[in-house]
């Protein structure tokens, strides 16, 4: 007689960097390898509400840095669609373990694409919502302007579902929204007649591999069949996005990274025989290379005589890019982008430039710079060749308009 609720009995994965009370919460960092969470994250505590099973925690890139699930202490994801390859990052177990039928759900967290773009990779459906809307608390914070956690699923539908159960105001977290929940599911066979979906043609010319302008080619197609009307539009400024997030996400990440301290969590260096020495060991000892690179950019963006040049110009670019998304929302209901501009690669293939590497996010950055939020859709089943996704922005809170776009394409590409 008692409501099970709508997640009863769903086998649901974390990714590693949100607390699960008495577990361990690593960040896939040396750093925290042996860290016991004192809480539950309150994301976590709304799908267990919902009748959710906590499953798993799964691997990701430390700290959340990195594109490819590489970075991680303990090693490499794979793919499942194709082991030799990326899944994606950061959120890459969480991607993956969804793709492989593992779990039927999983959390991420996306700051500049780590939800969307694995999600793509790995053919999986995955959502960023608007920024605020779900509760950070007890997620460990790698750039606080940006950090958001989202959901992936195999399909729209169960997408939108777990982001039902976690969306919504939280006194515990000052970034959360105090807005009302729709009914994401509801409505969600609507289809797309009557919208206006912006292709943003100069933005998907640069720097995409020409397979995959195809497949978004392709999908617009699809869209115009479903009623909807697409307009070419410009989004001039787009291409400053990743320049932008790289300063701004690297400040951030160096401020909260510098809780690490030896002292009050994580690892604590042995070999320290002084206050500098454990500062400086244990932070030498317990962060990977990306991280180091990341705390040493953002450090250096903020420096004075640094800060103007950089931290202040960032911001700057941030903020045109935001006006000018939103310019684009005067005039279209939706956008539509790739979700990455290229094919999951050969793991290794990359990870030794860290500017290739960064390009990878170049469609997914803009939405966590103006806080909008995107879902990502497969465009390819298994078995017809490597994942490629398109992507669907809106304006603020537009979640439930993204739900039923993104489920009109599903729709049109099941067989
Ligand atoms: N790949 C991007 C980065 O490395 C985004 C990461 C994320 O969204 N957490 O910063």
Not at 201 to 218: H, M, N, S, T, V
Not at 326 to 346: C, G, H, N, T
Request: glycine share 10%; aromatic share 8%.
């Amino acid at each position: 007689g008692k409501d099970p609720g709508p997640l009863s009995g769903i086998p649901v994965a974390l990714k590693d960097n949100m607390l699960y009370k008495d577990t361990p919460m690593t960040c896939a960092s040396r750093m925290l390898e042996n860290y016991i969470s004192p809480y539950t994250a309150e994301v976590v505590s709304r799908l267990e509400e919902a009748g959710a099973l906590i499953v798993a925690k799964t691997n990701m890139d430390e700290f959340a840095m990195g594109s490819s699930g590489e970075t991680s202490y303990f090693g490499p994801t794979k793919n499942p669609r194709d082991p030799e390859r990326i899944p994606g990052g950061s959120s890459s177990g969480s991607a993956a373990a969804v793709a492989d039928g593992e779990v039927m759900a999983a959390l991420g967290t996306d700051t500049g694409g780590s939800v969307r773009q694995p999600a793509a990779m790995c053919g999986t459906v995955g959502i960023k919502p608007t920024y605020g809307l779900v509760s950070r608390r007890g997620v460990a914070a790698f750039a606080s302007s940006m950090d958001q956690v989202g959901a992936i699923a195999p399909s729209v539908e169960d997408t939108a579902l777990v982001l039902q159960v976690i969306a919504g105001h939280d006194p515990g977290d000052s970034t959360s929204l105090k807005v009302e929940i729709p009914d994401y599911t509801e409505g969600l066979e609507g289809g797309v007649e009557g919208l206006t979906v912006g292709l943003p043609g100069d933005w998907i010319e640069k720097g995409l591999e020409p397979g995959i302008r195809e497949k978004i080619e392709g999908a617009a197609v699809a869209l115009e069949e479903a009623g909807a009307r697409i307009e070419r539009i410009s989004l001039p400024l787009m291409e400053y996005g990743v320049a932008s997030y790289y300063i701004a996400a690297t400040a951030e990440a160096s401020a909260n990274l510098a809780r690490f301290d030896g002292i009050r969590y994580g690892l604590s260096s042995v070999k320290a025989g002084n206050l500098r020495e454990t500062y400086s060991f244990s932070r030498s000892e317990g962060f990977g290379p990306e991280v180091k690179r990341r705390i040493m950019l953002g450090t250096y963006a903020l420096s004075s005589g640094y800060y103007d040049a950089y931290y202040i110009k960032a911001q700057k670019v941030r903020a045109m890019i935001s006006a000018d998304i939103k310019k684009a929302f005067e005039k279209v209901d939706l956008i539509i982008s790739p979700a990455a501009p290229f094919e999951p690669f050969r793991l290794g293939e990359k990870i030794q430039d860290p500017l290739q590497m960064y390009l990878i996010d170049m469609y997914t950055i803009p939405c966590n710079l103006s806080g909008i939020p995107g879902i990502t859709v497969p465009l390819v089943p298994p078995g017809k060749g490597l994942p490629v996704s398109v992507q669907f922005m809106g304006p603020l809170l537009s979640e439930k308009l993204l739900f039923r776009a993104a489920r009109s394409i599903e729709r049109a590409y099941e067989e």
